[in-house]
């Protein structure tokens, strides 16, 4: 670039989505197979610290899918996960999920004060609001299916009461599904606790502008550029700006032809019985499934960018020119290793990283 030019593409940032539970995020016995723990996450979020990934973010889940695989039957909790991470991290930004059905927001806020306190300033949380009904009736936690025509409304005032409670460290509130009396929130936190989200619904869009700081994006290229402009025009109506992260999986190879080959070999050996369960159907007979179509699943429905380091990369920076999405969450095969290989052969290709001030 010549002196004076400014770089015209919006900085992505870039963050790894751990995995807190057993096998990662493809539904395949051909995949990398490997047990979640705490040195685990530790080492690969030190590596995404290294190669200056911006945050980590790891998901709570509380049941799994079954099949040959037990996909998902075996994870950690997240919000002591993050913990751990923080204290053994010094920039990485950490971000914990809570599953809204299992904790009382004024547990949650002291929760992330604690996290804020340990981390120094880089924790976040991510919202679930619940959609799988099965993780919370194994533990009596279920309000009724009638709780999905109320779930955002829940999860203001939810939000709400953390807010205060962060705000003020002491809140009388009244609400509709939450009453507090005088209750205590001390220590309050260092900065404003950044909330996260992944609604993709005009309603879950409308929280996350409301009420959020990030919304995530599970949609293809076209499809997230779209949802994203939606959230931030969402933002815009009531005076708030709202950033976008959009999820993808990342196989990568010296060559195109290597990286197709990787994948399709994960699609081919998809776990039905888990692919089912994940669908929602795992009591469904699996005689007679269409195998082909359900192997396709094996990504669990994560876009994936899939080819050499120069195509990932050439993707990458397609995004940050060609949409206002803001940040990228990754998720790789084998992550030790992808992630080191993604900071060494991709980050030095992709321009969307660089920071260029005028000359």
């Not at 220590?187 to 502008?209: D, K, L, Q, W």
Request: aromatic letters at 12%.
């Amino acid at each position: 670039m010549v002196a004076g030019e400014v770089l015209l593409m919006g900085y992505l940032q870039f963050g790894v989505f751990i995995p807190i539970a057993n096998n990662g995020w493809i539904i395949s016995v051909n995949s990398p197979q490997y047990m979640p723990t705490f040195e685990l996450n530790k080492q690969i979020t030190l590596l995404a610290e290294q190669y200056g990934f911006e945050f980590v973010l790891s998901m709570i889940k509380w049941r799994g899918f079954k099949g040959e695989t037990q996909f998902w039957d075996y994870a950690l909790e997240s919000f002591t996960l993050m913990a751990g991470l923080a204290a053994v991290t010094e920039k990485i930004h950490l971000y914990a999920s809570v599953a809204l059905p299992t904790l009382h927001p004024a547990v949650a806020a002291r929760m992330c004060v604690t996290l804020d306190d340990i981390s120094h300033g880089r924790f976040g949380l991510n919202i679930v609001t619940g959609w799988n009904k099965l993780e919370y009736a194994q533990m009596g936690l279920w309000p009724g299916d009638e709780y999905y025509s109320y779930r955002y409304d829940y999860a203001t005032e939810y939000v709400q009461v953390m807010k205060l409670l962060w705000e003020q460290g002491r809140v009388t509130y009244q609400g509709r599904y939450f009453q507090l009396e005088d209750c205590l929130c001390q220590p309050r936190p260092s900065r404003e606790i950044p909330i996260v989200c992944a609604g993709h619904s005009e309603r879950g869009m409308r929280f996350t502008a409301e009420m959020g700081n990030h919304n995530f994006i599970l949609a293809p290229f076209e499809e997230a550029a779209h949802i994203s402009d939606r959230l931030k025009a969402f933002g815009q109506e009531v005076g708030r700006t709202v950033g976008t992260y959009a999820l993808f999986t990342v196989v990568m190879g010296e060559t195109d032809a290597e990286a197709q080959a990787t994948a399709e070999h994960y699609m081919e050996g998809g776990d039905i019985e888990a692919l089912l369960g994940w669908k929602g159907a795992a009591n469904t007979d699996p005689v007679g499934v269409n195998v082909k179509r359900y192997q396709a699943e094996a990504f669990m429905g994560i876009p994936t960018l899939i080819g050499s380091y120069e195509t990932v990369a050439r993707e990458l920076n397609r995004i940050a020119s060609q949409t206002s999405i803001d940040g990228i969450l990754f998720t790789f095969p084998d992550f030790i290793t992808d992630v080191q290989r993604f900071g060494e052969r991709v980050m030095p290709l992709v321009n969307c990283r660089q920071v260029l001030q005028p000359a």
